[in-house]
Antibody, heavy 115, light 108 residues
Framework: EVQLVESGGGLVKPGGSLRLSCAAS????????MDWVRQAPGKGLEWVSS????????YYADSVRGRFTISRDNAKNSLYLQMNSLRVEDTAVYYC????????WGQGTLVTVSS | EIVLTQSPGTLSLSPGERATLSCRAS???????LVWFQQKPGQAPRLLIY???FRATGIPDRFSGSGSGTDFTLTISRLEPEDFAVYYC?????????FGQGTKLEIK
């Protein structure tokens, strides 16, 4: 059974930093492109970032480029999102998803940016 | 960036009726890279349709997808109570994926 489990969310002040993690199991993580997707409260889905299987290619949405960094550790079957210079508008549930058609999603972790 | 525009924003229908949801792309995309998701409150999205017209595993055959180029459609032939949710289309034809803004399907 595929499992994606996010962690690391919480309350942070504007300008602060947070690091999200996604622990993967049930599939060959090292062969999979992985993505982060977020959803602000009461809003739609927004793609945030993608990283290919060997970290060769990395992409970011314009809204986070230069502030967020996606990375992965294939030995640990883990995906990360380092979020710096956080803004109020970054408040959202952050999901990790297996790339391609997004067949598999985690349950999400809530990030709240507020003073 | 490819913009996906979904319509209508809200669709009010009764169980047993047919639902037709639209997703229009700002430029032509290969149908291979067009997917549809269903999301219920408090849950992660669930993949319904991939490749514009292929049902994901376990998705009932009342759900169907069609379209090509810039115009794509999700049809639910006979609505069941559990189908009332928000539906999103997404494209991954480019490295910068985008979602539509969603269509909320509500009970009339």
């Amino acid at each position: 059974e595929v499992q994606l489990v996010e962690s690391g969310g919480g309350l942070v002040k504007p300008g602060g930093s947070l690091r999200l993690s996604c622990a993967a199991s049930g599939f060959t993580f090292s062969f999979s492109t992985m993505d982060w997707v977020r959803q602000a409260p009461g809003k739609g889905l927004e793609w945030v970032s993608s990283i290919t299987s060997r970290s060769s290619n990395i992409y970011y949405a314009d809204s986070v480029r230069g502030r967020f960094t996606i990375s992965r550790d294939n030995a640990k079957n883990s995906l990360y999102l380092q979020m710096n210079s956080l803004r109020v508008e970054d408040t959202a549930v952050y999901y990790c998803a297996r790339g391609g058609v997004y067949l598999d999603w985690g349950q999400g972790t809530l990030v709240t940016v507020s003073s | 960036e490819i913009v996906l525009t979904q319509s209508p924003g809200t669709l009010s229908l009764s169980p047993g009726e047919r639902a037709t949801l639209s997703c229009r792309a700002s430029q032509s995309i290969s149908s291979t890279y067009l997917v549809w998701f269903q999301q219920k409150p408090g849950q992660a999205p669930r993949l319904l349709i991939y490749g514009a017209s292929f049902r994901a595993t376990g998705i009932p055959d009342r759900f169907s997808g069609s379209g090509s180029g810039t115009d794509f459609t999700l049809t639910i032939s006979r609505l069941e109570p559990e189908d009332f949710a928000v539906y999103y289309c997404q494209q991954y034809a480019t490295s910068l994926r985008t979602f539509g803004q969603g269509t909320k399907l509500e009970i009339k």
